[in-house]
């Protein structure tokens, strides 16, 4: 048997005791969601090599409607079945997925980054600026954001990007409230004040001092907001307000599948809708690991 | 409290200027020519003409803004270019329809969400708790319109029991409103175990605990009573939300309400009825908004003279 020599020893422990330290970061994250997520990521970066099969073009020799392979008259070469052109279902969900986290990712930024700025300045300059902003946000809340959001894409018309847009428009009032409430106190706080009489303007203190105090807010909401914009998503694309056939997105699918749903073609509408489902289960269960995280009161517990 | 409804009645009307401004100035500002846009491409030149001289387009923004809010306030709503009549006839005609989907909706919602909440918070961390938990979070994660489809799917299609879309006997009601009281029933869950948690650990509880009261009577009439007024403000809040928020689910099932409506006015490009239907739904919140916070200052003093 050979020996292992003390120096590798040391080294192995050393990377050992790092890889340890990053492995922290994730602690008690919930697994489940971890996997899901990192399933999905991995699938939109390499839909074009995982999926089987073009998601626009019907597939050559294909039957149209073609059930799931472990039913009668399925095939292996399109393992989720066909579609009413005769497109393979499992490659559509694959590029789908796409869709899904841009607009669910990017859609948030957009919510964030309106939010936060909204809230940061409102919370800190204070005076006429916070009452004009907070009566704002009140009207954008007194709107039920779903048809909001219908009535902005309506108005855009149906492409992913103005998804995008419509939604961050709708979903920033939650960041403002929330964070305006934050930097409220922030604004009292030491750090501030000294920063004030060291003579920082306005705006480096608001970017310096005050946004990374709220940051942690900002990601927490933003875990949680990703999957209401991916519902929404699917909502508007299921109305044909969203992105445009023939690209493949999951509530464009569902939108598809309605037709033959009434003769019991079940995998059109059940296998994009479990996607949703699972992407924003997954979201759901990190959001509420990371708030759990983010609070130090929670977290000593 | 005269005082405290003047400020908040204010406040709403604030809030409703502001709401009109935003949805007169999207409308200017997605597009090109808001006539163009709002007739839509490949309207004929008339009905371009005729929307720009209705809208009176071609002055100033503020002279538009207020032949907008001239025609709100007349309580026409503007004209349907679909229907040809004013979107007020229209919006009202339907409107009974969504509220007796919302009411459906209600009461799927509250016998589902009610009693769960209770015996989570009863029960708290026990297996009963474990499942509301898991009951909770699926209803966020579970798109209702998808979940319509799946009852479709099962009820209609392979069972044959209920009918798959219209407005008709009792039996049409049941899915959409199983559909859209779904989402709403985790969300009572969730604030139903809260407020009921927040009550069981107070003293009044540990009391009645202590005059040897069944657990029972402690948890209905003492417990649930005073958990009730955040649970039935949820529910009135809900119950709004659901007549404005349904445009999906009624979209599905053909239900004749004012999400199908405004779902048709979107597909025909009919932007004064698009307009109209979410000017209706704003104003419909902040005044139920109002009105629950003119309620809880009534019930609450502090709530009056804090603010």
């Given at each position: 048997m050979a020996t292992i020599p003390a120096v590798s020893i040391a080294n192995i422990a050393r990377v050992a005791g790092a890889l340890r330290q990053r492995a922290k970061l994730l602690q008690g994250a919930p697994l489940l969601a971890v996997f899901i997520l990192t399933v999905l990521v991995v699938a939109a970066i390499f839909a074009d090599l995982l999926a089987p099969h073009h998601p626009e073009i019907p597939v050559k020799g294909a039957k149209i409607l073609a059930p799931p392979f472990w039913m009668e008259g399925g095939s292996a070469s399109t393992p989720l079945g066909t579609d009413y052109q005769g497109r393979d279902v499992l490659s559509r969900i694959i590029f789908g997925t796409r869709v899904s986290l841009i607009v669910g990712i990017t859609g948030t930024l957009v919510a964030g980054s309106i939010g936060a700025i909204l809230g940061i300045t409102a919370g800190y300059l204070g005076k006429w600026f916070d009452q004009v902003i907070m009566r704002v946000t009140d009207a954008w809340m007194a709107m039920p954001a779903l048809i909001f959001a219908?009535?902005?894409?309506?108005?855009?018309?149906?492409?992913?990007?103005?998804?995008?847009?419509?939604?961050?428009?709708?979903?920033?009032?939650?960041?403002?409230?929330?964070?305006?409430?934050?930097?409220?106190?922030?604004?009292?706080?030491?750090?501030?004040?000294?920063?004030?009489?060291a003579g920082a303007s306005k705006l480096r203190i608001m970017v310096r001092h005050i946004l990374p105090n709220v940051m942690s807010t900002i990601m927490v909401l933003a875990s949680l907001t990703v999957g209401v914009v991916i519902i929404a998503e699917a909502a508007l694309s299921f109305l044909g307000l969203g992105v445009p056939p023939p690209q493949p997105a999951w509530g464009l699918m569902l939108a598809e599948a309605r037709a033959t749903l009434i003769v019991g073609k079940w995998w059109l509408t059940v296998f994009p809708g479990l996607c949703i489902v699972l992407v924003v289960l997954a979201s759901q269960l990190f959001g509420d690991w990371l708030r759990v995280r983010m609070d130090p009161q929670l977290r000593n517990r | 409290m005269r005082q405290f409804i003047v400020r908040r009645a204010v406040y709403s009307v604030i809030t409703l200027f502001l709401l009109s401004i935003t949805i007169f100035v999207a409308i200017r500002v997605t597009g090109g020519d808001p006539a163009q846009v709002m007739a839509g491409p490949g309207a004929r030149a008339e009905d371009v003409a005729r929307l720009r001289d209705e809208w009176g387009l071609d002055r100033s923004w503020p002279a538009q803004y207020f032949s907008f809010m001239s025609n709100v306030f007349t309580g026409e709503l503007g004209k349907s270019f679909n229907y040809g009549i004013p979107v007020r006839k229209l919006y009202f005609d339907r409107l009974p329809n969504s509220l007796q989907l919302a009411l459906a909706a209600s009461i799927v919602s509250i016998l589902v969400g009610i009693p769960a909440g209770?015996?989570?918070?009863?029960?708290?961390?026990?297996?009963?708790?474990?499942?509301?938990?898991?009951?909770?979070?699926?209803?966020?994660a579970i798109p209702s319109f998808w979940l319509g489809l799946l009852l479709m799917l099962l009820f209609s299609v392979w069972l044959g029991w209920l009918p798959t879309s219209g407005k008709g006997d009792l039996r049409h009601i049941i899915m959409p409103a199983l559909a859209l009281g779904w989402f709403f029933a985790a969300s009572l869950l969730r604030l139903t175990r809260s407020s009921m948690l927040e009550v069981m650990g107070s003293e009044y509880i540990k009391l009645t605990r202590l005059k040897g009261m069944p657990e029972h009577i402690v948890i209905v009439k003492h417990a649930f009573r005073n958990a009730l007024i955040p649970v039935l403000t949820l529910l009135g809040l809900n119950l709004m939300f659901m007549v404005n928020v349904a445009v999906v689910i009624e979209v599905i099932f053909a239900w004749p309400g004012i999400g199908s409506l405004l779902y048709g006015a979107i597909l025909q490009r009919d932007f004064p009825l698009v307009q109209g239907v979410v000017i209706m739904a704003g104003l419909m919140i902040v005044g139920v908004n109002l009105i629950v916070d003119i309620l809880y200052a009534y019930v609450d003093p502090r709530i009056r003279l804090t603010r």
């Open positions: 219908i009535f902005l894409a309506a108005m855009l018309g149906p492409s992913m990007w103005n998804i995008v847009i419509a939604l961050g428009v709708v979903y920033w009032t939650n960041y403002a409230r929330l964070i305006r409430g934050e930097v409220l106190s922030l604004r009292e706080r030491e750090f501030v004040k000294l920063a004030e009489v | 209770i015996i989570s918070a009863v029960k708290v961390n026990s297996w009963w708790d474990q499942i509301g938990k898991i009951v909770a979070l699926l209803g966020l």
